[in-house]
């Protein structure tokens, strides 16, 4: 039986799929931004002279790049009138099979949040998925040397903003289920433990649902926060929470009492918290409803 050439397009694209949506996250921090370039190169992809592209995936990699710029161009609007902290869409990254877990950590897209579009493809292309500066300087339409520059610039940025440490994950999940209990709680001698000095917390709510506006700096401070939302609620903990892992992170998904998954995210470091990202955007944390098994 001989496949339509339309079918092996489709082939071509769903194998290219995982490397081209790992692109398009990583440019756009949002997975549903994200599937929606996937789905507009997979038009495009449909109406390309196919027998004549030697190299399929490389070519698609340009066309979902380029997608990407465009959509960070108005993206850079939106961010710019974004109420409150803006943080990226949580992805979940539980599969073993798949390796989005690596350079996907929220440290990471806010630093690349911090560059220019032209400057973020760079570095992704070249630094994370190993392109040439050549093959870099073909997706952006730019010289090489040019490519080279943008590179240079933008690992400069990156490095100085990405966490130099990992935590074991017996220890993070161990740490982050403390947290969430004693946060929910109050237990406020808990949380002295658990809490780094220097502890900063970010919450996202885009405008749509109660969260603080700027990054709360300080132990104190944050558990001055927690010790408040803990009286409001009464000190009880989520109707339905779990344990997952998301960009690459210890965190927690629950479900608040008004309705609202939440996703809260840790980095850790030398055994203490240092870092809490709350996400609390309903139009980022919808997608992760099934994984609390909960109707989307």
């Not at 495009?44 to 004549?52: I, L, M, Y």
């Not at 749509?208 to 700027?214: D, S």
Request: with cysteine; aromatic share 6%; charged share 25%.
């Amino acid at each position: 039986m001989s496949h339509k050439p339309q079918d092996m397009g489709a082939d071509v694209f769903l194998t290219a799929r995982p490397r081209l949506f790992a692109v398009a996250y990583r440019m756009l921090g949002s997975v549903a931004d994200a599937e929606d370039v996937l789905q507009e190169a997979f038009l495009r992809w449909q109406s390309a002279p196919q027998d004549e592209v030697r190299d399929a995936t490389g070519y698609l990699v340009r066309v979902v790049t380029r997608l990407c710029l465009d959509q960070l161009k108005s993206a850079r609007v939106k961010r710019e009138s974004y109420t409150g902290a803006w943080l990226p869409e949580p992805l979940l990254t539980e599969d073993p099979t798949e390796r989005l877990d690596h350079d996907v950590s929220v440290a990471l897209l806010l630093a690349l949040e911090r560059l220019t579009p032209l400057e973020r493809a760079a570095f992704l292309l070249h630094d994370v998925f190993g392109n040439s500066h050549d093959e870099v300087a073909e997706a952006l339409d730019r010289s090489p040397a040019a490519c080279r520059q943008l590179v240079s610039r933008a690992r400069r940025h990156v490095q100085a903003e990405r966490p130099r440490t990992s935590v074991p994950p017996e220890e993070g999940r161990a740490l982050t289920e403390a947290f969430f209990r004693a946060s929910k709680t109050g237990d406020m001698a808990a949380l002295t433990q658990l809490l780094a000095q220097d502890v900063e917390l970010v919450s996202d709510g885009g405008g749509k649902v109660l969260a603080t506006l700027n990054p709360i700096y300080g132990r104190a401070k944050v558990m001055r926060l927690a010790e408040g939302l803990a009286r409001k609620s009464g000190a009880h903990l989520p109707p339905r929470w779990r344990f997952a892992m998301l960009n690459g992170l210890p965190a927690i998904l629950s479900l608040e009492p008004e309705g609202l998954v939440q996703a809260t995210a840790l980095e850790i470091r030398e055994g203490r918290i240092t870092k809490v990202y709350v996400i609390r955007n309903p139009e980022k944390t919808r997608h992760l409803a099934a994984a609390l098994q909960l109707q989307g």
